[in-house]
Every structure is written in C-alpha cells, then in structure tokens.
C-alpha cells in the first residue's frame, strides 16, 4: 500500500484536480492507495484573514467567507456531473454555514482563542477533501472518504498539537487493516484530542499526516507531489539555476527541510525515518519527470554538497558578559526560560571562552524572548555580571547540506571565502559534530546575493556570473554592447564567465532587467525606459545587491565619476574608461585604491591610458615585482596622433579634427584633447600607479592652440576658431617640414617633474614612423636602462577602447 499526498497547487482548481484524479487512478490499477490532500490554495491563507477581520471587528471577513465559498461551489460545478451536485452543494453549504457561525462569534466576542483558531482553520481541508472523495467516487466505485480527525491524536497543544503515536498508530493499523477499499481519501493537516476537539498538526502539516498514515501502515512508499520536480540543490525562485537533486538521505532532507526547502514539511520524514520508507518528491504537472526519491540508500555524488537552502526572518540575541565563564548552568537557565515561553531556538552558537552565548530565534518571537531573558538574569545584569541581551533583527540564516560533507577538506574556508569576495557580512556560524550543514547568519537583504554565489561556486561548474550596469552608451558603450553580445556563449563555454547587462543608462534614459536586458535589442529597451538619473540609477543597483556586480563606466561625465566612491562602499566593481577620478585630486584617486581593498571590489580603468593596450597592467607589474619606474616618454594622444599624421597642405587642420570626431577618436569635446589635458591627465594616471604623488597642477602644459581657441565655450565656436588662425597651424607644419621632422604630442616624466606638449620628432625617433592614431610609451626603470621596455599599439577607436573596458571586465570574472 502506498501514501500519496497532494498540496495546495496540486488542488487549486478543478483543472488541477483532474491531473490528481488521472495519476491517482492509473497508480490504484496495481495496489491500494490512501490520499491525503491539502486545502486549495490559497484557502488557509483566507482562513486566517477571515478569522483576524473577524476578531478585529472588521465584518469584511464576510466577504472573504464568501470569496471561500465560491471557490469551492465553482470546482464542484466543474468536477461533479449535475446529477450528483445537489447534495454536495448541500454539504459543502453545511459547512460553509458552520464556518460563518464561528467566525459571527469571534467577531461578538472580538477575541481568537487558539482552540477556534485550529477549528477555522481545518474548514480548508475538511471542505477540499469532501470535493476530491466525490470526485473520486464518480470514476472509481472502489473509493471512500475517512475523516483524519478519527485517526491521529493529537494532545491539546492549538497550533502546533503534537501526536500521540501509541493511540493514532493502533487506531490507523485498525481502521485499514478492516477496509477494503482500493482509494481512501483523507484530509492534511487536521487531527484531534482523545476527546475529540478538533486540532491542527502546523502549517505544512499536510505533508506530516500523510507521513503518520505511511509510517504507521508499513506503507511501500510515501508520494509527496507538489508543483516542482522533486527537491532542488536551491530555492529556484531565488536561484533561477538550481537543479533537481535525484537522490538524498534522510539526515540531508531534514537538514535542507528545517533551512526552509519548502517542498518538504520538516516533521514529515521523522515518522517514516525508522521503518525505511522511501519518501518520493513527484510534480503534479509533470508525473513522468523523475522527482527526488528520499531514502537510506547511499548515492555516489561527487559533490559533497547536496543543497544550500535558508531560513529567512531570523533575530539574533547575544548573552554575553564576564559573569558568565566558568558558571555552570547559564546555558541551562537561558533555554529553560525560552522553553517556558514556548520559543522554538533554531541556532546556536556560544565562543569557547563562555564569554557569550548566541542564539537565532524567529522575529515574531524576539520581543518576547529579550523580556523574559532579561527577568530571567535580571540580578546578574543588575549587578553588572551580564549585559542585557543584545537583539539583532531582520537576519537569516543560510546552511550548506551534505551527508558527506564531513569527508571533504576546506569547505567552510570555500564557503566564507565566497561570501566574503561578494562583501555577505557574517554575523553567527554554527556547524553541527555531524558536519551535515555548515550555517551562517546574515543580513536579510544579502540573502538572495549569499544564496546564488554560493551555488555559482559549488554546483555551477565554477561558472561565474556577473553582472554589469554600464553608464554610457554612445559610440564606445555601442561597441562594448555588441562584443558582449557576440562574445556571450564564448565565455560562458571556455572562460566560465556568464555576463549579463542589468542596467543601461544614456544621458536621456536608463533601463534596469533583473534577469538580464536581450542584448538584441537593446536601443529600443532603453529608449522605452524610464528617465535617466544618476541617483536612483545608483539606488537600483544597491537595491538589487546582486553577487559580483559591476558598474561600467563609458562616459567622460565627472558627475558620474564622483559616484564610484558609493559603487565601492557597495561592494560593487567599478570599471572605467573616464578619466576624470584617477587624474582628479590626489586624496581621491588614494581614497578609491583604499575602499576597493576595503571593499573586496576591484576598480579597473585600464582604457584611462592607450584604450585598450596593456599599459597601466604592465605598469602595475613591473612595480609589484618591485621594479622602479624612472622615466616616461610617450604619445598618448591617439586622437592628435591621428590628427597630426593627417595634417597636411592639403587637407586643412579645421577638416582633420572634424574627421578625428566622427570617427570617435576625440572625446565630446575635443578641445580637451588638442588643449593638452586629455594627455596631462593620462600621464599623471602613470606617474600615479608607478608610485609617486603628483597632482594635475604639478604637469606643465605647453598648450600649441592659440588663446583664442582656448577661450571658446562650445564645440561650434571652437571649430570656428580653428579656421581663424589657420595660419598658425599651417605655420607648425612649416617649421616641423623645414627640420625634417614630424608633429607629435610628447608626454614626458623624468626626475619627479612632468609636461606635455607639441614637439618636432626626428627621424630617428621611434616616434617619428608612429602611424595613424598609434600610442606609444617608454618606460625606463632600474631593469630596462639602456633600452626602454616599450609598449606600441592603437590608442584610440571605439572598438579598441570597448576590447580594453571588455578585458578588464574580464579580469574581475577571472579573480
């Protein structure tokens, strides 16, 4: 004989239903079957908003009886032919009556007594499963209903009753021992006392009955089957890639069941537990899928790790004083008192030097819990032994579960390690001598975070993903878009990195997707998206609190860059192609080092310097591997590269700086990068990661536009001052053609002083063949004297600029 229970969503609807009666039917061809089923959903849930409306003095309780109501005359009128409806509807009116009595009498006497509490509350399953047996009875003769409440007694404990297993397993043997029918509908959760008042078995109690029906009948197996396929190694609302676990022991069940794997109610697996019956997790809506089967059975898992799973609403109260080491029975006194009031203790922890002793209870219980501590040591904290207890609200607790875990090295270190990369603060951590679950207690609003690094890490293949929120999407921003976009499956497949775009913000419009924004068509998701701000966009991010987060940077916006500061706080990583914070104060750039430290998040703005070529990495190297760096020379400037190889009798300087902007080699503005300081600020970026102190003022700038071109204040006064004085460029090259030489702008770093400037390169220069929009830079350090360690490529471009942000996006992915 097998046990099979069906939940609330297997029983929302008469659809639903008609799944039930399919599976269930095809299962009784071959041996007798018993049938517990849950209320449908959503009732017990009604159940109590009716009883506290009632008992608050709010008569709208009568419409949520009648809401009730009608859900259940709607699934009759569905499931029963209309010959046979009448007297169902009678019954179920019956009840339904009875139902509103009480509730009259909760709303005269304005009070909710536990007692009338467990009878409101058992109308769910009385009235679902009087339905079911009906239907049943139409398509299988050899069926019958039998009342939970006649079987399984319960003490008189409303709420939460507990069981009395002597008399509930000799009335149960009994009663099927005798019958001979092949289905035998009962209702979940309800029982009641010797003297028959009527209890509840908990919230989830569904599960229990069924597992107290199987356990005491021998049965072959109990089904448990619900709306998933089986128990997964997460909760995958949370993790969208948890995976079914095909098979668990029963310690590794009641583990991941107590840290909230909501699939099974923790009690279930305890009365079926020492007969050895399997214990199946099936879904309704998909009966062929495997599901989980829960036995004694060993499974050969590779992983030792069977789930992570999390208890959510957790208060941490901590005793602690110098009174306490070497007292015996403060322990004692502490759980005694927390037993008197009926607290359940879900966690605890106390340090070695019995200076304190931590404990993790439910939120709902922590008002009470902090009085009756406090009376209890009330003349210790008096006489200054013990400090009032200290309560930490709105926690968790997350637990990783695995029968085997006690035979693997280095988990917990894999553990902590991986939620401290992500900045999961740990409050409490408690591993039990069984070493079946490692828990830490955390901040709620870090759950979801904890909750998918920690699976990323133990059952993702070491996949990694991480998510990106980029500012900044015009001719660089499009680029890095779309090599994400082509480059996508190539990282997951060969780097193990999954990328997602969280958030795209211009400087019109901003758009967020949790799940990730469909890179295909993305210009039309951030035009339809809401206005852009750089505070709510930085509010967003923070409110997500997603693992390995990375804000992108592609504009040239100081505003912009004085938010890294609270991406870093965040824990968030800053990549970024904007200048401005690494060349702005020199406090600041120290500051932005120290809080990505600080912070566990890596600040990365390689592009600062050459776009995309490896300059400020190599600079880092060469000084971690305690090289000096003496002297720089370089052309940084791919733009006036480009603009100064291009410049010629025929093609005027006015023409060539236009041509440089459309094909994105200026910044918006291009006068930051003829007037020098575009160059200023990337030579002090160097001189700052080679390891001196210099501030923007310190670079002499020996500017080559005349006043009048300075002094603009916009793009099209300053295009107007270059024709203006034509002359005087045209007078440059002159000079530069007489000296057989060619124009280059020169950064230049040697005995604590730096400049930039227009300079006549000789030939033999290795910067007189610099083509195009080349960079080029010379480092001379106490290893490369004679011969500089030289680094050449294109420093500028859209497409080179993205590679460089896209590579140090990488970087992260691979820490």
């Known amino acids: 004989m097998k046990v099979l229970k069906f939940g609330g969503t297997s029983v929302a609807n008469a659809q639903n239903i008609k799944l039930v009666l399919d599976i269930v039917i095809k299962k009784a061809q071959h041996e007798k079957l018993i049938v517990v089923v849950s209320a449908f959903t959503k009732v017990t849930d009604l159940l109590v908003l009716a009883a506290q409306k009632a008992a608050s003095n709010d008569e709208s309780y009568k419409e949520v009886v009648l809401e009730i109501e009608k859900k259940h005359l709607d699934a009759i009128k569905e499931l029963i032919t209309i010959s046979e409806q009448s007297s169902l509807l009678s019954h179920v009116k019956r009840i339904i009556n009875h139902l509103e009595t009480l509730l009259d009498g909760c709303f005269l006497l304005s009070e909710l007594s536990p007692r009338t509490s467990d009878t409101i509350l058992s109308f769910g399953e009385l009235l679902s499963s009087y339905i079911i047996a009906e239907a049943f009875s139409q398509n299988q003769k050899n069926s019958m209903y039998k009342d939970s ?38 209702p979940g959760f309800i029982a009641s006392t010797i003297d028959g008042i009527g209890t509840t078995l908990g919230r989830g109690g569904s599960d229990y009955t069924a597992a107290i029906i199987a356990g005491a009948i021998d049965a072959s197996e109990l089904e448990i089957w619900t709306d998933v396929n089986g128990m997964f190694t997460a909760n995958p609302k949370i993790v969208k890639q948890a995976q079914p676990i095909a098979s668990i022991s029963y310690q590794e069940a009641m583990e991941l069941s107590h840290f909230g794997a909501k699939v099974l109610y923790p009690p279930t697996i305890q009365p079926v537990f020492k007969k050895n019956i399997p214990i199946w997790i099936k879904n309704t809506f998909e009966p062929e899928a495997d599901g989980t089967i829960i036995s004694n059975s060993a499974t050969n898992h590779s992983n030792p790790v069977k789930g992570i799973s999390s208890i959510d609403n957790i208060t941490l109260i901590t005793l602690e004083g110098s009174g306490m080491i070497g007292v015996a029975g403060v322990s004692k006194r502490l759980f005694e008192v927390l037993s008197q009031e009926n607290i359940n203790i879900i966690f605890i922890t106390q340090a070695s030097s019995e200076h304190s002793i931590c404990i993790g209870i439910l939120n709902a219980d922590a008002e009470i819990a902090e009085i009756a501590i406090n009376k209890a040591f009330e003349i210790e904290i008096l006489q200054n032994k013990i400090d009032p207890c200290i309560v930490e609200k709105n926690l968790c607790i997350i637990a990783l579960v695995g029968e085997n875990m006690k035979n693997h090295q280095g988990l917990s270190g894999r553990m902590f390690s991986t939620l401290g990369k992500n900045n999961v603060n740990i409050r409490a951590i408690a591993q039990g001598a069984s070493e079946r679950n490692i828990s830490a207690v955390i901040n709620e609003r870090d759950v979801k975070k904890a909750l998918n690094t920690l699976h990323e890490n133990f059952f993702e293949e070491n996949t990694k993903q991480l998510n990106l929120f980029v500012m900044g999407v015009g001719n660089v921003g499009e680029k890095f878009i779309e090599q994400i976009h082509s480059q996508k499956k190539f990282l997951k497949e060969n780097l193990k990195i999954n990328l ?83 060349s702005s104060a020199y406090d600041n750039y120290k500051n932005l080092k120290k809080l990505s430290r600080q912070f566990n998040a890596p ?127 045209e007078n440059l090259l002159a000079q530069a053609k007489a000296k057989d030489s060619r124009l280059k702008f020169v950064a230049t770093f040697q005995n604590g002083k730096a400049s930039v400037g227009l300079e006549f390169i000789p030939r033999e220069s290795p910067f007189y063949n610099l083509e195009g929009k080349d960079n080029i830079v010379q480092f001379y350090t106490d290893r490369y004297i004679d011969q500089p360690l030289l680094i050449k490529g294109a420093g500028a471009g859209a497409a080179v600029t993205a590679s460089g942000i896209f590579a140090d996006v990488i970087r992260i992915g691979n820490i």
């Open 149 to 186: 409440r006649e079987l399984i007694k319960t003490n008189n404990q409303f709420g939460k009753a507990a069981v009395n297993f002597e008399i509930s397993n000799l009335l149960i043997v009994d009663y099927f021992a005798s019958n001979a029918a092949q289905i035998v509908i009962m």
């Open 500 to 582: 997602r775009i969280i958030a795209l913000s211009n400087s019109r419009k901003m758009h967020f997707d949790e799940e990730g924004i469909p890179l295909k068509d993305w210009q039309n998701t951030l035009d339809n998206g809401e206005t852009a701000n750089k505070e709510t966009f930085l509010s967003n991010v923070k409110a997500l609190n997603l693992r390995n987060s990375i804000f992108v940077d592609i504009t040239a916006n100081e505003s912009v860059a004085i938010t890294y500061e609270d991406y870093l706080k965040q824990s968030v990583a800053v990549v970024t192609c904007n200048k401005i914070a690494c």
């Open 603 to 729: 600040f990365l703005f390689e592009t600062n310097v050459g776009a995309g070529l490896p300059v400020i990495d190599t600079v880092k190297n060469l000084i971690a591997s305690g090289d000096k760096v003496n002297k720089i020379q370089a052309v940084l400037s791919g733009s006036l590269n480009f603009i100064f190889n291009n410049f010629s009798a025929s093609y005027n300087f006015h023409d060539v700086v236009k041509e440089a902007g459309v094909q994105g080699f200026t910044e918006p503005d291009p006068k930051i990068d003829l007037s020098g300081v575009d160059v200023a600020r990337k030579i002090l970026i160097l001189i700052r990661e080679s390891g001196y102190k210099m501030e923007i003022e310190d670079i002499q700038n020996n500017s080559f536009l005349p006043a009048e071109c300075m002094d603009t204040t916009n793009n099209d006064d300053f295009f107007k001052s270059l024709t203006a004085n034509a002359a005087h460029f």
